[in-house]
């Protein structure tokens, strides 16, 4: 019997539960989900698509997430600032994608903003990878109540004040916190999960962008 939070594949592994053997949803969970991340264009898209998210469910975002690349430009930041107004209109149009005026709005404007901290940081990735909590503000063990009693932290709160200060939107506090863990800021495989020890193993060997 698996502790709670974790679930045993057809592959007599154990790993985090939420995937529930999807295979899409599993190739997510093993291959991407946790692993650090220092391209520019994938952490656009990364923080871009969970401010999609919000109110409906991850997989929804995931399956339709080539639809959401072909549709903005491959989450080229610097070719989604020059988007237009009729660019919105075609976007709500596009039935592969979600069709929320404010999110697609939001996404453009992000695009901008993105530019901007390029300008002041040199790449997103050093912005972003400057915010990672330190050890002592980690749990010492990470079980699947752990997971579920942090839906933010102080990093994903000083992350998202630190965005909106500089006019990004659709990046609250939940928002930013599933972005850091989608992008490998943290490890939150549950002690248990078959990918914990892989994703802290890739963690390590990170290269953090100076």
Same mark, same amino acid.
């Given at each position: 019997?698996?502790?709670?939070?974790?679930?045993? !594949? &057809?592959? @007599?592994?154990? %790993?985090?539960?939420?995937?529930?053997?999807?295979?899409?949803?599993? /190739?997510?969970?093993?291959? +991407?989900?946790?692993?650090?991340?220092?391209?520019?264009?994938?952490?656009?898209?990364?923080?871009?698509?969970?401010?999609?998210?919000?109110?409906?469910?991850?997989?929804?975002?995931?399956?339709?997430?080539?639809?959401?690349?072909?549709?903005?430009?491959?989450?080229?930041?610097?070719?989604?600032?020059?988007?237009?107004?009729?660019?919105?209109?075609?976007?709500? !149009? &596009?039935? @592969?994608?979600? %069709?929320?005026?404010?999110?697609?709005?939001?996404?453009?404007?992000? /695009?901008?903003?993105?530019? +901007?901290?390029?300008?002041?940081?040199?790449?997103?990735?050093?912005?972003?990878?400057?915010?990672?909590?330190?050890?002592?503000?980690?749990?010492?063990?990470?079980?699947?109540?752990?997971?579920?009693?942090?839906?933010?932290?102080?990093?994903?709160?000083?992350?998202?004040?630190?965005?909106?200060?500089?006019?990004?939107?659709?990046?609250?506090?939940?928002?930013?916190?599933?972005?850091?863990?989608?992008?490998?800021?943290?490890?939150?495989?549950?002690?248990?999960?078959?990918?914990?020890?892989?994703? +802290?193993?890739?963690?390590?060997?990170?290269?953090?962008?100076?």
């Amino acid at each position: 019997m698996t502790a709670p939070g974790l679930v045993e !594949g &057809d592959d @007599g592994k154990t %790993r985090c539960a939420w995937h529930g053997n999807l295979p899409d949803y599993l /190739a997510y969970h093993d291959g +991407e989900w946790g692993r650090p991340v220092a391209d520019d264009i994938r952490l656009f898209e990364k923080i871009c698509l969970e401010g999609f998210q919000s109110g409906l469910s991850w997989l929804t975002i995931l399956r339709k997430r080539e639809n959401f690349r072909a549709a903005f430009a491959g989450f080229d930041f610097d070719k989604v600032a020059a988007f237009t107004g009729a660019d919105v209109e075609r976007l709500l !149009g &596009d039935a @592969g994608i979600v %069709r929320h005026r404010g999110k697609i709005v939001s996404t453009i404007n992000n /695009a901008r903003r993105a530019q +901007e901290l390029v300008a002041e940081a040199g790449s997103l990735a050093a912005w972003f990878w400057r915010f990672e909590p330190s050890p002592d503000e980690r749990p010492k063990s990470f079980d699947w109540a752990t997971l579920r009693a942090m839906p933010t932290t102080p990093a994903s709160t000083r992350i998202s004040k630190e965005l909106k200060k500089r006019g990004w939107t659709f990046v609250g506090p939940t928002t930013v916190y599933a972005f850091m863990q989608a992008m490998g800021m943290v490890n939150d495989h549950v002690e248990g999960c078959v990918c914990r020890a892989q994703v +802290e193993k890739a963690r390590m060997a990170f290269r953090r962008p100076a």
